[in-house]
């Protein structure tokens, strides 16, 4: 069997501030172009399709169109897709029974993880495990008794998950240590199925997997219950992991294909590519080979650094014209008003920064003076409250004040 690994397309997102939109077509093209031109089974997509829970109308019509296009060009291509921890799992599972007839598969509840989808076709066939990320409660424990319904929708949004305090009785899975271990347990019954015996168990799963490598472009897990032992998932023949956005692999037969676009300056000049992924029959097990299939983007990343006069009065840099750009000028004087000055020269320029200034913002060792009182985390969370829904909410408070506490413990 041959698929096509990616994830973490973040559709819809920005970079500082400049929309990223017709970059974003220009890759999906690259992923249709790249399975129209045969010999793949499938399409994984391991999470973060959208860059957040409310995407804006564009980065859907986008996938929509996408999607679309890919049916129409690769009708025996199966598509399977889960939400990361950006997307909204219930907003992502609109309309998938309709979209499951035409070979689209979204497994948004983690309930529903743990009963492969069979895709491909005759001997080319994988059973598909496809676990979402695991929002804190969104698995029990074994042997815990139903959860109530989920709470009706408040006046301020609507609401995914139960912000209620759990009884003292009742244990809550709630970092991705935890419940990777309870996902593990279940797998084990799930793969020792007869009829999987012949064809592939390939993993699906949005998380940090121990031995990875972030960038600045991730939403950040803080402490060490929130990294997942890869060894959890020995028992499948292949694992596509999404959230980390560098290409690489963390252990035997368990890979990150990274996100498809460059989303922060600290990637600038780094290749990104798609997976291919090839498991074949080989004396009673599944040889697995990789191969990285580079993209070739709309518009580079790239970071320069040097004196103002390099950039603005000589043709030195002319080949990073039509590149996103961040700029660090090495000047030992303050330069006045750079960013107008230098985009008249780089019209993508984003971002601008100065050794000069950074050194007077440093504050020095024999510095004794006032220095500025540093926001409470919670203070922050009120006012982004207040800003969103116009009041207060003392049980997210309560609530984010528990997590908040956890999250210091862990660090």
Not at 2 to 26: A, F, P, V
């Amino acid at each position: 069997m041959t698929l096509l690994q990616t994830g973490d397309l973040h559709l819809g997102k920005t970079l500082h501030e400049t929309s990223l939109i017709e970059d974003q077509r220009h890759m999906l093209e690259s992923l249709r172009r790249e399975l129209s031109s045969g010999g793949y089974d499938a399409l994984v997509i391991a999470g973060d399709v959208y860059d957040r829970t409310i995407p804006p109308a564009e980065a859907v019509a986008l996938f929509s169109d996408f999607l679309v296009s890919l049916r129409r060009d690769c009708p025996l291509v199966d598509v399977l897709i889960i939400p990361g921890n950006h997307d909204s799992a219930q907003r992502l599972a609109f309309a998938g029974p309709l979209l499951e007839s035409r070979g689209i598969y979204l497994v948004c509840d983690p309930a529903d993880s743990f009963t492969p989808v069979i895709a491909g076709r005759d001997s080319r066939r994988g059973a598909f495990f496809l676990l979402p990320y695991l929002a804190p409660g969104s698995l029990e424990p074994a042997g815990a008794p139903p959860s109530p319904p989920p709470a009706s929708p408040s006046s301020r949004g609507e609401q995914e998950f139960d912000f209620s305090a759990p009884r003292e009785e009742e244990k809550i899975l709630s970092t991705q240590g935890e419940l990777a271990r309870e996902a593990a347990a279940r797998f084990r019954k799930a793969l020792s199925e007869p009829e999987l015996r012949e064809m592939p168990k390939i993993l699906v799963s949005h998380c940090f997997a121990l031995g990875g490598v972030s960038s600045e472009s991730e939403r950040a897990f803080l402490g060490g219950a929130e990294r997942v032992d890869p060894e959890l998932f020995r028992g499948f023949d292949y694992v596509a992991l999404g959230h980390l956005h560098k290409a690489q692999r963390v252990a035997d037969r368990v890979r990150y294909a990274g996100a498809p676009l460059v989303y922060a300056f600290d990637e600038a000049g780094t290749p990104k590519s798609f997976l291919r992924v090839e498991l074949t029959p080989s004396e009673g097990e599944w040889a697995l080979s990789t191969e990285e299939i580079p993209i070739a983007p709309k518009r580079r990343v790239s970071r320069l650094s040097g004196d103002f006069a390099d950039f603005y009065g000589s043709g030195r840099w002319n080949d990073y014209r039509e590149d996103y750009l961040e700029i660090t000028l090495k000047d030992r004087e303050i330069v006045v008003n750079p960013m107008n000055l230098l985009k008249t020269r780089f019209p993508w320029l984003l971002s601008v920064r100065q050794e000069a200034l950074d050194a007077l913002e440093t504050p020095q060792a024999t510095d004794t003076g006032p220095r500025q009182e540093r926001k409470d985390a919670l203070d922050d969370f009120r006012s982004f409250q207040e800003s969103l829904y116009g009041a207060r909410d003392p049980d997210k408070e309560a609530l984010f004040e528990e997590l908040l506490l956890e999250a210091r413990r862990e660090a």
